[in-house]
Every structure is written in structure tokens, then in C-alpha cells.
């Protein structure tokens, strides 16, 4: 048999193995001539010969695009990662020094927290009092009654905030009940339902911020305080679930009338502002996307109305804004009563005066089963009593009166911010966190001017002590930098409220944004804004954890719905 022949198969199964031909030494002395296969050729050919496929364009923006999106999710996580890290390992903390200022500061609010986040608290002795030991993140806490959000997501615990500071902080949690500006002391009582040997003491300070809020206006109305669920603390969202389940199961009661049933599931929200709008608008959803489906016997006698004394609700937003929030509120047939002043409040009913379009006012009485009272401010009595002690204050009314640093006007060394402080600007957490965070950067240059006029003393001293001229002129140099320092870090700008917008739900998934933009205003509203509303809601959050619990509560309610539970 040929050779060629004898060992075809094996030069055959070698191409295909390895794509190219390898022949032993015997075979080629007998004259076998493998024949070129298509893998052999390629095997072997020139690279010049070879057809290059052209590359697919088709695709290359979705490939790029997905690999920017796998590079930021794992940025993200890795920051995310880091932030939880950090949160749950704080650092060691340095002492106090007894040599440095004591500064007090009284109450956990937008202000006082902003103080307190951007303060560098190496400067000082730093002490916090506030009757509670957590800041409240107020814009989502109408969500909380109705159970989108759970109360302890908006909830930061103090203890959290001042353990991340550089140098400790002391915390007590107590209502300051007298600041003695004479003395320079701040009395302080203990709330704690688990009395301790010391009920009431005293804390001296050097320098005091008082951040301690406003309570709420009854405007002297008869009955409002008896009667009236608030909305401003966290206590005042579980009484309103408490009494809104109440109602509602009340209303379902064996034998009740139906007149008794109607007025029993008429909530009454009095406050066209932010507060009473975003709740009027949570309430109905609750009702619209749970209540009705798990209680269907109340799906014809629920209703929520809005009482507002101006001519419209929401009177900080364009024309534009009010129209579509009214409108919206009529779709959702939530009944929206402008012009009408409550004169007179009892358990079961509100007496208002009602001012019709020609002018005539007439009383008229409004059956609830659930009022909640969400609109004005008043003076705390803590502030009240320091306004006596100051004749500058005596024809203050909203509250102490500052000047362009948010000095109390007849002390030295009192700053105050916030609802308690009467500026020209409105009683908002925008205003007061930007008032916290200017008296931050103040009392950090204070403290950098106290260092930098320390060392200017000391350089003076050595100058008048030193005989060479080379060592003297040396010394005025620098002598005349810490100067110029000086005038630098002195050369603080008195505050200016810079306002970024206003935002309120309006339910439906709808919200409503009047932003500041450039030299004029963006105005707009719908479902959109609603997703730049929750957007700017998270990120206003002072921490991580509490978007992320924010951001679990918002799916659980989307996959599971609102609990209808009463507690």
C-alpha cells in the first residue's frame, strides 16, 4: 500500500487537532505530499491574506453604557459600604480642655444640628441640652402618620451625630427652663420619667445658641389645645394614627347612625401651608390605596377636608403652583375650604367664620372625627422669659430679635436661630439650617482669630525682647502676616438667606417645586417633580442610614401597601 495513503488518517486527525499539519521526518523521505486544507492554509498563511471582520458598531454604545452603569454601581456600593463602615466605627475622641470656651447650645433642630455638624469642636467646650436626644427630619414627617415612612426613619439620633465629632461632646437631655444672662448660666430640668437624685441644675457658658424652636400657635381659639391632634413632634404623628384608626373603627361600631358614622370619617386638617397640604395628601392616598381596599364599608363616607383662613393654600408658590394643587386636591376629591377662620373648637365639631366671594361672612359648624392642627408658631416660654430680661426685646413679638450675625439684640456672647429668632426671613428648616451653618463658620473664625491674636502676643513679646536687628526685622515680618491673617479671617460676611425652592406633595404621586434657578424661578408640578421631590427629600437627609431606611420604606409601601393597623 502507498504511503501517502497508509498515513492519511493520522495527517488528518493531526490537521484537525491543532489546525496545522505536522508530518514525521519517515513519512516526508517516502515521498508523502499532504494536501492544503482550509485549516492548514489558515494555519499558515500570511496575516496579509487574512480577511479581518469588521468591527460591529451596532452595539458599542449599549457596551459602553452598561460598563458605566457595572462601574458606577460598584463605586457606589463601595462609597455606600464605606459610609455604613464609618457610621458604625467612630474614631476616638480627643478631651475637653477646661482652658477653652464652654459653648451651649440648646435644642436638636435644623439649626442647632447644622451648628453642630459643621462645628469644630476642638475649639471649644461643647455642651448640647435638649428635652429630646434625636434630630427629626420634619419634611417627612407627615408621611408618618399614615405609615409611608416609620417614624424612626426620619429619626437621628443625637448620640450618633456628636461621637463623629473630632473633640467630645456633652449631651444632656432636659428642657432649659431660665437662661440667666446676668449669671451667664442656663437652668435646666429633668424630663425623665426615671428620677434621678438631681432634678434641676444648673450650666454655665461662655457663649449660648438658642435653637430651641417654636411651639404651636393656637392663636388663642378656645378648645384647640384640648381638642386638636398637632403635627410637629414625633409623639404628635402616633397620637394622629391612633386617632384617625380610632375613627375609623368607631365608625364601624354595631348600631352607629349614619349621621354619627359621616361625621366619625370626616378628617379635618386646618393649615393650608406645607404641613397641612402634604398630609391632607398622604391621608387620602392611604385612604384611596389601602383603606377602601381593607375596610370597604367606609368607602363612601371617608373624606378629608383642608381649612385655610387666606384666600388659598400654599402661599409661599407661584399662582400657577396654587391653581394646580387645587386642582389636583379637587381630583382627589379632597375638599379644600379657603377663607374660612376657626373661631371656636369642641370635641366633635369646629365653629368657623366663612367669607364668602361678595364679602359676607357667615358661621357655620363643621362636624370632624379627627382635627389636626397644623399651622402657626409660638414663642416658647424659655424665650419669653430671657425677651423680659433684655429692654431691647420689648417690642419683639415672634421672638428674639437679632442682628445681621444673629446676636441677641441687648446681649453679648447669645446667638439665637431659627423659629425661636424673629428675622425678616420665614420660620423654615431651610432658613434655619442655613442660619446654623453661618454661625458654625462664625464661631470657627472666632476661634482662629482667639489663635492667631495669641500668637501675635507672643511675637510681640519676643520682638521687644530681642537686640538683633537681623532676629527683629525677621520677628516684624512676620508679625505683620499674622496681621494681615487676622484681617482676613475677621472679614466675615454678615448672614444672607440664599432660598433654593419650596417643595410640598400634593398627592397621587404629584408634587409641586418652585426652584430657585439662575436670577428667576422654575415652576412645576406632576409626577416628575414627585420623583425630584423624594430625590431631594433623600439626599436632605442627614445620614446614610436614614436615607436608606427612607428609601426601604418608599418599596415596602409599594409592594405591601400601608399597614391599617392602629398603633
Not at 121 to 133: F, L
Not at 225 to 233: D, G, P, T, V
Not at 515 to 526: D, H, M, Q, V
Request: charged content about 25%; glycine content about 6%.
Amino acid at each position: 500500500m502507498n504511503a501517502a495513503v497508509r498515513f492519511q488518517p493520522l495527517a488528518s486527525a493531526l490537521v484537525a487537532r491543532n489546525s496545522r499539519l505536522i508530518v514525521p521526518r519517515q513519512i516526508i523521505r517516502q515521498g508523502f505530499k499532504p494536501e492544503p486544507t482550509q485549516s492548514f492554509r489558515r494555519g499558515f498563511a500570511s496575516d496579509a491574506t487574512i480577511p479581518r471582520p469588521k468591527p460591529r458598531k451596532r452595539f458599542r454604545t449599549l457596551r459602553i453604557a452598561w460598563r458605566l452603569t457595572l462601574g458606577l454601581t460598584f463605586l457606589g456600593t463601595g462609597w455606600l459600604a464605606y459610609s455604613i463602615y464609618e457610621t458604625r466605627f467612630p474614631r476616638e475622641q480627643i478631651e475637653p480642655d477646661p482652658a477653652k470656651k464652654t459653648l451651649v447650645i440648646l435644642g436638636s433642630g435644623w439649626g442647632s444640628v447644622a451648628l453642630l455638624k459643621k462645628l469644630d469642636t476642638e475649639n471649644y467646650n461643647v455642651v448640647i441640652i435638649s428635652p429630646r436626644n434625636f434630630f427629626l427630619f420634619t419634611p417627612l414627617l407627615p408621611s408618618c402618620p399614615t405609615g409611608t415612612v416609620e417614624h424612626r426613619s426620619i429619626m437621628e439620633p443625637l448620640r450618633h451625630i456628636i461621637r463623629h465629632k473630632k473633640a467630645s461632646v456633652k449631651f444632656y437631655e432636659a428642657e432649659a427652663t431660665k437662661i440667666d444672662n446676668e449669671r451667664r448660666v442656663v437652668v435646666i430640668n429633668d424630663l425623665s420619667d426615671v428620677k434621678g437624685d438631681v432634678h434641676q441644675t444648673e450650666v454655665p457658658f461662655d457663649y449660648l445658641v438658642v435653637g430651641v424652636g417654636a411651639e404651636n400657635a393656637t392663636f388663642g381659639i378656645p378648645g384647640v389645645r384640648e381638642h386638636a391632634c398637632f403635627l410637629k413632634e414625633i409623639n404628635d404623628a402616633h397620637k394622629i394614627r391612633k386617632t384617625v384608626m380610632d375613627c375609623i373603627e368607631t365608625a364601624m361600631f354595631k348600631n352607629q347612625t349614619q349621621e354619627e358614622k359621616e361625621r366619625l370619617l370626616h378628617m379635618v386638617v386646618v393649615g393650608g401651608g406645607p404641613t397641612g397640604v402634604e398630609f391632607a395628601a398622604e391621608l387620602q392616598d392611604f385612604f384611596e390605596d389601602d383603606l377602601k381596599k381593607w375596610i370597604p364599608d367606609i368607602a363612601d363616607d371617608f373624606h378629608v377636608t383642608l381649612v385655610e383662613a387666606l384666600p388659598n393654600v400654599l402661599p409661599m408658590f407661584s399662582k400657577t403652583l396654587i391653581e394646580y394643587t387645587e386642582k389636583t386636591f379637587k381630583d382627589e376629591k379632597i375638599s379644600v375650604r379657603t377663607k374660612t377662620m376657626v373661631k371656636n373648637v369642641t370635641d366633635k365639631h369646629i365653629e368657623a367664620e366663612v367669607t364668602h366671594p361678595d364679602g359676607r361672612k357667615e358661621l357655620q359648624r363643621i362636624p370632624y372625627g379627627c382635627l389636626v392642627w397644623a399651622t402657626g408658631n409660638a414663642v416658647r416660654q424659655v424665650v419669653r422669659d430671657l425677651m423680659s430680661q433684655l429692654p431691647q426685646q420689648k417690642n419683639s413679638r415672634r421672638g428674639l430679635a437679632v442682628n445681621e450675625y444673629l446676636v441677641v439684640d441687648g446681649t453679648d456672647g447669645i446667638w439665637a436661630l431659627g423659629d425661636c429668632s424673629a428675622t425678616k426671613y420665614a420660620p423654615t428648616a431651610q432658613v434655619a439650617s442655613q442660619q446654623g451653618a453661618f454661625l458654625a463658620r462664625l464661631f470657627n473664625s472666632m476661634a482662629r482669630t482667639q489663635a492667631l491674636e495669641s500668637e501675635l502676643d507672643h511675637l510681640e513679646e519676643l520682638s521687644a525682647q530681642t537686640t538683633a536687628q537681623e532676629d527683629r526685622e525677621s520677628l516684624e515680618r512676620e508679625i505683620q502676616k499674622k496681621g494681615k491673617a487676622i484681617r482676613r479671617v475677621k472679614q466675615l460676611s454678615p448672614f444672607e438667606y440664599s432660598h433654593q425652592g419650596s417643595l410640598a406633595y400634593i398627592g397621587m404621586e404629584r408634587a409641586v417645586a418652585d426652584i430657585t434657578w439662575f436670577n428667576g424661578n422654575l415652576a412645576s408640578g406632576g409626577s416628575l417633580t414627585y420623583l425630584f421631590w423624594r430625590s431631594a427629600y433623600l439626599s436632605m437627609c442627614f445620614a446614610t442610614r436614614n436615607r436608606v431606611l427612607v428609601l426601604m420604606d418608599w418599596i415596602k409601601v409599594k409592594v405591601f401597601g400601608r399597614d391599617v393597623s392602629r398603633e
